[in-house]
């Protein structure tokens, strides 16, 4: 009862807020029959002077080239997947309302979803589609009452046309989402990313898969649909960075272009982004409002690329796995696990391969075979695997078989040697072994890898990496285990004699 109660009073204030703020737009007076439908048509004719005529209040600066294309894209294509990548201030959502709006009055779409991270983020930007339906008397006057009475509820209603919209937080199931025998034919995903869940690789996964599984599939295979992404790049991985990869169309638009004059002039001067810039951190100012996330932490400001040497001159190689196996017994068949292959040469240690990734356990052991068949016998390979106290004996109950199998599979078998050393905690060892040889710029990533998403992941791990941040840092971990290893075999080898070993080996001999 007190959660309706709020609700209630929420919509409540919000209506008289709808109330104090937006001047009651008037309807045209004596005017006849005739002479309104050939107004109205002629407005429906041309989205740009139907906007401005039924949201007046909303069009307060003229609209920049970017709206019109993309009002064009929306109005024209019934069947569309948009994106729309456009900073703040750009009024993303108002233009799409207002789009939308024109749909539901003239017809063409009938079951509209509106999605958000949140189930009530989502019924606040689906509220003022409610409040200009109800209240826009110039909406009333040539379209008719759009409230229908038992079906206008808070994030739910009903038109007197028939058009439904309705507000779904992620991960809520949007199945059988139904008006009459209609199935949604537009949706519009609006902030569906948040500044926490980005964080996170695996929370985006699963949003990821809700689209693709519980979302898109809502939509009638015969209709016209038309899916709508709002939002800006607040992070390399997130769901409107893989939306982009979908859409029929992507339209990035930054608070200033390439020049960095201001994309939409009429409403957003110079001197009001300046006023902006200069109250901000340049990594928020570019997330925010340049669609470029920057990731930050607080030890790796930048990372290293440059060209490996030649394999053969390596004295030795250190493939070296952290398989981070998770408590839960479900989690450890497809968890984040890293490989990372690293080498010494002349004073600098070089990130030659790996992988970074959510895989199971057989595609783990077999990156170990890929490594393997990079170096093609060119030099010697250490193979390391992390084996402190969480992970055995998972280590000798699980990737102990699967070795065993896969070589036999191969009829060739990968030594694998597990590292038991008491480590301290992972930043520790990270900042403390590996952050003073990348400020000398010695710890090198292979250029010849900087496109592979394995080896972005990796540096944007680094670059995330913060005692603060709970950010992933298993590719990190297993690049300080590697040149930790490096490091250990350096200091036993002097020329050709092996000092760790038992027996002394005299070079003179040979």
């Not at 999605?115 to 689906?126: M, P, T, V, W, Y």
Request: glycine share 4%; charged share 30%; net charge neutral.
């Amino acid at each position: 009862m007190v959660q309706k109660q709020t609700k209630r009073q929420l919509q409540e204030g919000w209506d008289n807020y709808i109330r104090r703020y937006l001047v009651a737009v008037t309807a045209e007076q004596n005017e006849s029959e005739p002479e309104k439908r050939n107004r109205i048509k002629r407005l429906e004719a041309d989205f740009e002077e139907w906007k401005k005529y039924y949201f007046e209040k909303y069009c307060t600066s003229p609209a920049a080239s970017f709206h019109k294309r993309a009002s064009k894209r929306i109005i024209h294509n019934p069947e569309f997947i948009d994106s729309r990548v456009w900073a703040r201030e750009l009024a993303k959502d108002a233009l799409c309302m207002m789009e939308t709006i024109y749909q539901a009055l003239t017809g063409i779409k009938r079951n509209i979803l509106l999605i958000s991270n949140s189930q009530d983020k989502a019924i606040d930007l689906l509220e003022p589609y409610r409040i200009e339906l109800e209240k826009n008397e110039r909406i009333t006057s040539d379209y008719g009452i759009q409230k229908m009475p038992g079906c206008w509820a808070y994030g739910d209603f009903i038109t007197t046309q028939g058009v439904s919209f309705l507000a779904v937080g992620a991960d809520q199931s949007p199945r059988g989402s139904r008006n009459e025998e209609v199935r949604p034919d537009k949706i519009i995903f609006s902030d569906i990313d948040t500044d926490e869940d980005v964080r996170n690789s695996e929370i985006i996964d699963k949003r990821w898969n809700w689209v693709e599984r519980a979302v898109m599939p809502t939509r009638a295979v015969n209709k016209p649909f038309q899916v709508i992404w709002l939002g800006n790049l607040i992070a390399k991985d997130c769901c409107v960075a893989r939306a982009m990869k979908i859409a029929d169309y992507v339209d990035i638009v930054n608070l200033e272009d390439k020049n960095s004059q201001s994309t939409w002039p009429e409403k957003n001067s110079q001197e009001n982004i300046q006023r902006i810039k200069s109250k901000i951190s340049t990594a928020a100012y570019m997330a925010e409002y340049m669609n470029t996330p920057l990731t930050q932490g607080s030890v790796f400001k930048e990372v290293t690329y440059g060209d490996i040497p030649p394999l053969g001159r390596f004295r030795f190689l250190v493939a070296y796995a952290d398989p981070s196996p998770s408590n839960n017994k479900t989690d450890r068949k497809n968890s984040t696990k890293a490989l990372w292959l690293t080498g010494a040469h002349q004073g600098n240690f070089y990130v030659i391969k790996g992988f970074l990734d959510r895989v199971t356990n057989d595609e783990f052991v077999d990156w170990f075979y890929a490594i393997e068949d990079y170096v093609r016998g060119r030099t010697q390979i250490y193979n390391y695997i992390e084996n402190n106290t969480l992970q055995d004996p998972f280590y000798e109950q699980v990737f102990l078989p699967l070795f065993f199998r896969r070589g036999e599979e191969r009829g060739h078998h990968i030594g694998v040697i597990p590292d038991t050393r008491k480590k301290p905690d992972k930043f520790s060892r990270i900042e403390g072994n590996l952050e003073p040889l990348n400020r000398a710029g010695r710890l090198i990533l292979n250029a010849k890898e900087k496109d592979n998403p394995h080896m972005q992941r990796l540096e944007e791990q680094f670059l995330l990496l913060s005692p603060a941040l709970p950010a992933p840092a298993d590719g990190p971990d297993a690049v300080e285990g590697g040149v930790f290893i490096c490091n250990n075999k350096l200091l036993t080898l002097s020329g050709d004699t092996i000092t760790a070993c038992t027996k002394h080996i005299n070079k003179k001999r040979y």
